[in-house]
């Protein structure tokens, strides 16, 4: 076949040069190198694994032993959690539920729990609002009072916590805006605070920390 194809080309004139510049010739494509991963129990995903057959002959007895060991745990918890006395006080009503007299605070803003609460005594509150003058400025001082007893001795450590609903601590207007003097106890004057204590930096009853704490307790509880 190549005999006829070479007489051909040879009779009619055309030579290999002319053939190889011919745009329509036939070329052998190109081996292009395999993507695929080599044939290993690794990459190939065969390694061995263990599967269980989940049937109940195997998954009661498994069910079994973690409730006898998480049961005792989750009783412990109840009984250490009942033992902790407690007397929780929401008193962001007080100015307008509270008169200038002790008055019982309803239940519903009433939480305790104690060792002996036959000898429980409902908590009272008091609310005043005193004007004083100050260079001919009247200034206006709220407080309420709070009366409240504990029906029984209690054992330390005893801690006091104060709530606070709606406030987001993480802020970072309020992650940044601290004195560190005032948080050591120190009073301090204008001058000496820090430009972080901004916008809240000075108000007319107090600066920084101790103005602030005065609004969130008034408008954030």
């Known amino acids: 076949m190549n005999k006829i194809t070479s007489a051909l080309r040879n009779r ?44 109940p002959k195997v998954v009661l007895p498994m069910l079994l032993i973690i409730a006898v060991i998480t049961a005792p745990l989750g009783i412990g918890f109840l009984i250490t959690e009942y033992k902790i006395q407690l007397l929780e006080i929401d008193y962001s009503k007080c100015e307008d539920l509270a008169n200038n007299e002790f008055s019982d605070i309803p239940s519903k803003y009433v939480g305790h729990h104690f060792n002996n ?29 709070l009366n409240y007893n504990i029906p029984n001795d209690i054992t330390g450590p005893v801690y006091l916590y104060y709530k606070l609903t709606n406030f987001y601590q993480n802020h970072r207007k309020y992650v940044e805006s601290y004195s560190w ?26 600066y920084c920390l101790e103005i602030r704490f005065k609004f969130i307790q008034k408008d954030r509880i």
């Open 181 to 206: 003097p005032q948080l050591r106890g120190q009073a301090v004057s204008y001058d000496d605070l820090t430009s972080d204590c901004s916008p809240m930096r000075y108000r007319d009853e107090g």
């Open 117 to 145: 609460n036959s000898g429980f005594e409902k908590p009272q509150w008091r609310f005043t609002n005193e004007s004083t003058e100050n260079n001919g400025v009247t200034q206006y001082s709220a407080k309420c009072y």
């Open 12 to 55: 009619f004139g055309r030579g290999d040069d002319e053939d190889e510049a011919n745009p329509f010739r036939e070329t052998d494509s190109k081996v292009t190198a395999s993507r695929k991963p080599p044939n290993t129990a690794f990459r190939q995903q065969r390694l061995k694994a263990w599967q269980p057959i989940l049937v």
